[in-house]
């Protein structure tokens, strides 16, 4: 298919982007904080960080892991964190240490921090204080993993750090008195700013991040990519949005939580690039505080996912927020619904632009046109330097409006999958074509809508879940003979987990199902719903038929029950 999503795009941005060979993510950072030293960068509960401050403070994490931790170029580094600003800050040091992040979601349990601690071989942790019990768990499995510990209130001045550490350590569970971590975070960069860094040589091929998500086994693995992978999705964005920004002086709402890809290129390091300021939310579903925050700051920007947007709105107070300087919200992670686009619009003035991406891809595939003055309902036009194409069953390329796989090939698609040469193989072609599995259709002028997306993917609030994951989980319980795991609808958060269960002990109910997998499970995988069957449909292999699990089982999840 010709390119013919170039016609469409705005007369300001270009059809390519210029990825200087020489660059990597160390000079990006390196040169963001020479030219915009003075300027704020990242803040949280009000404290700032200007670029010079994250400066000086990463290239002495980075010298601590080189001279105390002996790490040498692509040795891996797992941070467990929420929104905070230890995160910017030890995110950069690893870069420029030439170090690999791993990034963990600090809600998951201790089975789904081991995996990855396991798979990705990272000998070295970051760990949010709040999380030391999960990290607990485990630590006899990992004996050799440094663990490093930061707090809510590192870099905040006192004495609000210490209001702010007392209050994260109230909330959360304590690890076992014989559990010590290694160093915390502020003694680890005071060891560094002893030691002398050497910047070690980068190139773009070199690894960056080993960005996990799921499969079609349901085993989490590791997307591995590049500095060059994420810089050329960094200047992909960046080209996109600059008819629109101010170099220096914008500001984003940062909301999603940078362990997840589409923050974390969207936010993080393209706002970063362009001397913009990051306001980190740590807690979103806090509204109360979130909305205070909000009022508090000049924005221009905000990101989100299609329930994030829709529990700000049910707000009374959103109304009261300043909405003036709002450019552009950018709505992804999940389909965005046109009631609360149009709602969100109404509110606030400004049009949800959707975009489209997925990790494998940095995360950025596709994005709205950002002069949009309404909700188009589509996922936008290929960014700068990405070809799109859409093909059937036997990898033939279809024609407009015709649905079928959406492929995509362009600077910012993975290097393939850590550890696991067939799922690359099954997903990366030869010649770069990536195969996500998502069914679209492109449209005239080459806009490009999603009709369905993986056949068993559920994706609760923006997250995927995968049903091998729940399945494995389930019936490891004594009372489990065989379970499905669907995707059923949910006004909440676009869709819940369902169990579909073959028992073998009439006693076992859907509490104690529940209960078994919350142990398991981080919250958003944890099943809402659970229906007993006497046997679930099969194949004549004897392979679980989930299409027909959905048909049967699959209803709306009821608004007045929730187990959880």
């Not at 030890?90 to 396991?118: C, D, K």
């Not at 975009?355 to 950002?370: A, D, K, M």
Request: proline content about 5%; overall charge negative.
């Amino acid at each position: 298919m010709e390119k013919i999503w170039l016609d469409s795009y705005p007369s300001n941005v270009p059809h390519t982007v210029d990825l200087q060979p020489e660059h990597t993510l160390a000079t990006l950072i390196e040169n963001a904080c020479q030219e915009f030293a003075q300027r704020p960068a990242f803040s949280n509960f009000g404290s700032v960080l200007s670029f010079a401050d994250v400066e000086r403070s990463a290239w002495s994490f980075a010298a601590y892991l080189q001279h105390n931790q002996k790490l040498v170029v692509g040795e891996r580094v797992a941070l467990m964190m929420p929104n905070m600003l230890a995160y910017p800050i030890t995110l950069f040091g690893v870069l420029l240490s030439g170090g690999v992040v791993v990034n963990i979601n600090p809600q998951y349990t201790s089975r789904e921090l081991a995996h990855q601690l396991n798979d990705s071989g990272a000998r070295v942790l970051v760990v949010f204080e709040s999380m030391l019990s999960t990290v607990a768990e485990i630590s006899e499995q990992f004996p050799d993993v440094h663990i490093i510990v930061a707090r809510l209130g590192d870099f905040m001045s006192w004495p609000k750090a210490t209001l702010i550490n007392r209050l994260s350590r109230h909330r959360a569970s304590k690890p076992p008195g014989a559990f010590h971590a290694n160093i915390t975070l502020l003694n680890a960069i005071a060891a560094g700013s002893r030691e002398a860094f050497s910047p070690p040589h980068l190139e773009q091929h070199d690894l960056a991040f080993l960005q996990y998500t799921g499969g079609t086994t349901g085993r989490s693995k590791g997307a591995m990519l590049s500095h060059g992978n994420i810089l050329a999705n960094v200047l992909q964005v960046n080209a996109w949005f600059a008819p629109l920004t101010v170099r220096g002086a914008e500001s984003i709402i940062t909301a999603l939580p940078l362990y997840h890809i589409y923050a974390l290129t969207g936010n993080c390091l393209a706002f970063f690039s362009e001397g913009g300021l990051n306001c980190l939310i740590s807690d979103p579903r806090n509204l109360k505080s979130f909305i205070k925050t909000l009022k508090r700051v000049r924005f221009t920007a905000i990101s989100g996912v299609n329930t994030l947007f829709n529990a700000l709105l049910q707000h009374p107070d959103f109304r009261t927020v300043d909405f003036t300087a709002l450019k552009f919200t950018s709505g992804g992670g999940m389909a965005v619904q046109r009631a609360v686009a149009e709602h969100w619009q109404s509110v606030t003035g400004c049009a949800i632009a959707e975009g489209y991406g997925l990790t494998e891809s940095s995360p950025v595939v596709t994005i709205n046109r950002f002069d949009v003055d309404s909700f188009t309902g589509c996922i936008g036009l290929p960014v700068p330097s990405t070809e799109i194409r859409i093909v059937d069953d036997d990898g033939l390329e279809l024609g407009l409006d015709s649905p079928g796989e959406l492929c995509v090939r362009g600077p910012q698609v993975m290097q393939g999958y850590w550890n696991s040469a067939d799922e690359t193989a099954a997903t990366l072609s030869d010649d770069g074509w990536l195969r996500t599995g998502d069914v679209a259709l492109m449209r005239e002028g080459g806009y490009l809508s999603i009709v369905d997306r993986k056949k068993d993917l559920i994706l609760v609030s923006g997250f995927n879940v995968y049903p091998n994951e729940i399945e494995d989980v389930a019936v490891c319980h004594a009372q489990i003979l065989e379970a499905s795991a669907i995707g059923v609808a949910d006004e909440k958060s676009m869709e819940a987990v369902r169990l579909v269960v073959v028992r073998s002990d009439p006693a076992l109910d859907e509490q104690n199902v529940i209960a078994w997998c919350r142990e398991q499970l981080t919250n958003y995988k944890v099943p809402r719903s659970v229906i007993f069957v006497d046997e679930l449909p099969k194949s004549n292999v004897g392979k679980i038929l989930r299409r027909e699990v959905r048909e049967r089982f699959g209803a709306p999840l009821a608004q007045d029950r929730d187990p959880h």
